[in-house]
């Protein structure tokens, strides 16, 4: 008994500690891909902002409320009526510049994961059953997704949007329904590349149902192509996003929006101050650019192919 006892700690002991493997998984990650890397931080201080913003402990100030005294405050400048430090200033409203933009980060990250994760799961599904079982079904799909796409996504969007009215749900709905003929495209693609394959066929030949083929193994081996495209939906969502709020038709007032910061304040002020218009500029940039690297960073990680080839 004390020897199986021994053996059984010694087996314990011997496994390896799940956190220490994945820092060093983030390690090697970080050494092959530094670039990917640092997007991947990027994207988690990006996160980390929206909740914040969720949650209130990253707000300075309230993000909406009129301050007639601090108007068009400078960097690091102290309130005039007794609220503390403005870190980036204030607006032509007196609204706290930091506040505003990490309000403004709830709404881009919720806008662009909300979109994707949508159009992947639907289209990803629609793009498989229509590969596999091809036919009448795979023509209409695709005709439907022609048809779709002939028209560009932005402009779609607006087109939509101004004549159902204007709201930030309205537009995150359309847009989550226009991005769904992508996905399509692309799995339908990397599906029928793989559903002739050795082990699809043994699989079918050892009685899986066309289910339990599709889900458990076509389904597994199309996933890079969804990861690079999940980050391309991340960052068109954003820019759509900041887009239809810049043209009146997205975000309303008083709800803080990157892309209605730069059409109201940072539009007016852009001469005598031009950070209104920067900074969410720079946030809009930093999250599109940092969300594409990551993601081109993740495929390469995950493909056997490309890991091979570094």
């Keep these: 008994m004390a020897t199986q006892t021994t053996a059984g700690a010694l087996r ?18 970080t050494k092959r891909n530094p670039l990917g890397a640092f997007a991947g931080l990027l994207c ?28 068009l ?5 102290q309130s005039k009526v007794g609220e503390g430090t403005y870190f980036l200033g204030t607006d032509d409203l007196g609204r706290d510049m930091w506040s505003r933009l990490i309000k403004g ?5 919720f806008f662009g994961l909300g979109v994707a994760v949508i159009a992947i799961v639907i289209g990803s599904i629609i793009g498989l059953v229509s590969a596999y079982f091809g ?52 799995i ?8 002739n394959e050795t082990y699809i066929e043994a699989a079918r030949s050892l009685g899986a ?8 193994h076509v389904l597994p081996n199309v996933t890079a192509p969804m990861i690079v495209l999940a980050s391309y939906l991340i960052a068109v969502a954003i820019i759509v996003e900041a ?19 730069l059409t109201g304040s940072g539009n007016l002020f852009f001469q005598t101050n031009p950070r209104l218009a920067i900074l969410p500029g720079l946030a809009i940039s930093i999250l599109v650019f940092a969300t594409n690297m990551f993601g081109d960073a993740v495929r390469d990680e995950l493909d056997p192919r490309l890991r091979g080839s570094r």
């Design 105 to 109: 980060a709830q709404l881009s990250i």
């Design 209 to 216: 149902t066309s289910n339990r083929v599709m889900f458990r």
């Design 135 to 186: 036919g009448w079904l795979d023509l209409i799909v695709q005709r439907l997704v022609d048809l779709v796409q002939t028209i560009p996504l932005l402009v779609l969007a607006i087109a939509i949007v101004s004549v159902t009215g204007p709201g930030i749900m309205k537009g995150f709905w359309i847009l989550a329904f226009l991005s769904i003929p992508r996905p399509v495209r692309v």
């Design 243 to 261: 887009s239809l709020s810049f043209l009146g038709i997205g975000a309303q007032p008083p709800t803080p929006s990157w892309g209605a910061m």
């Design 73 to 77: 405050l400078g960097y690091f400048a």
């Design 12 to 29: 314990r002991d011997a496994q390896p500690n799940p956190f220490t493997t994945n820092l060093k998984r983030i390690w090697k990650f």
């Design 44 to 71: 988690v201080l990006s996160v980390v902002a929206a909740v914040g913003g969720w949650t209130g402990l990253l707000l300075n100030h309230d993000p909406e409320r009129f301050r007639g005294a601090d108007r």
């Design 188 to 195: 339908r693609g990397s599906v029928l590349s793989v559903k």
